[in-house]
């Protein structure tokens, strides 16, 4: 039997699940990874996870995306 870790006690989130934390698209959030200098994408491979802490800093400082 696997234990679930609730979202936000997660360091690093899939798209999907940055993009249900956030309610912003996932196609959205996929964009901001692509970005230059994106403060909050971790590459594991070829995998992107979205590390959360960075990724609500970024939410919070701006108020449009």
Not at 3 to 16: A, G
């Amino acid at each position: 039997m696997k234990k679930e870790v609730p979202i936000w006690e997660k360091s690093n989130l899939t798209i999907e699940e940055a993009a249900e934390y956030s309610n912003i698209g996932q196609n959205k959030i996929s964009s901001l990874l692509k970005e230059p200098r994106c403060p909050f994408v971790l590459y594991v491979g070829a995998k992107k996870l979205v590390k959360r802490k960075e990724f609500e800093r970024f939410i919070s400082e701006n108020i449009e995306i």
